[in-house]
């Protein structure tokens, strides 16, 4: 799986969009982009994925450059409730695969009041 | 649907003694795995499992094993547990197919060896 780069922290006002950004310059074509986050001491939770087009659910906006070699993850009105560890995961879809997800450090968000 | 349930939420163990950690999934989903968690770290995958019957090895396995009689559960030995295990155990499962491949994580055992 490629690998990916997030930056360690972030802060947005709650309210405001959150914005987290992630490299992953050596993407291959069949890899899938996902993002999960870690409230804390939870388990992590499914967010979105994507392959190339942006995505929207009712949780998030994924963000996929042309050359598919970065993303960001958009939360749109965040919440108190938000602030978590975001990770960044790069995977080739490999339906009778298994390898696990590759969990790197990940963003930790922080919503301020 | 209970989704991913783990047992215990919290054990004590002495260095050299033995446990199973309990996992179990009500979705019908081949594929489960243990995840390890240490403070200020990412998850690492210990074991995985596809199907009953069937199990292999994640990045880090020495000192655990597991098994998969059964679609639904997926326990996690530690055979003579040691202060290095002491960590957060995250079990979880997804389906096969799909590029979804969205994976549900259990809440957690939090494990201390002492």
């Known amino acids: 799986d490629a690998k990916t780069t997030q930056p360690p922290s972030m802060d947005c006002a709650e309210g405001r969009a959150a914005n987290l950004p992630c490299n992953h310059s050596?993407?291959?074509?069949?890899?899938?982009v996902y993002w999960y986050r870690q409230i804390h001491s939870q388990g992590p939770q499914y967010i979105i994925h994507g392959l190339k087009n942006n995505e929207t659910n009712e949780m998030a906006s994924l963000i996929i450059t042309e050359d598919r070699k970065s993303s960001t993850l958009i939360l749109p009105h965040a919440t108190l409730r938000d602030t978590a560890v975001y990770y960044c995961?790069?995977?080739?879809?490999?339906?009778?695969?298994?390898?696990?997800?590759?969990f790197g450090k990940g963003t930790h968000l922080i919503i301020q009041p | 649907n209970a989704g991913v349930t783990q047992t215990p939420k919290f054990q004590v163990l002495k260095t050299g003694q033995s446990m199973t950690l309990q996992c179990a999934q009500d979705?019908?989903?081949?594929?489960m795995s243990w995840y390890r968690q240490d403070p200020g770290m990412g998850l690492r995958l210990i074991h995985y499992s596809v199907g009953a019957g069937i199990t292999d090895q994640g990045e880090v396995p020495n000192g655990y094993n597991v098994s998969r009689s059964t679609t639904e559960d997926f326990p996690l030995r530690l055979l003579s547990a040691a202060p290095s295990q002491t960590s957060v155990y995250f079990c979880?499962?997804?389906?096969?197919?799909?590029?979804?491949?969205?994976?549900?994580f259990g809440p957690g055992t939090r494990l201390t060896v002492l």
């Open positions: 050596t993407i291959s074509g069949n890899e899938y």
């Open positions: 995961i790069v995977r080739a879809y490999s339906g009778g695969g298994a390898d696990g997800l590759t």
């Open positions: 979705m019908n989903h081949e594929y």
């Open positions: 979880a499962s997804s389906r096969l197919a799909g590029s979804r491949n969205e994976q549900f």
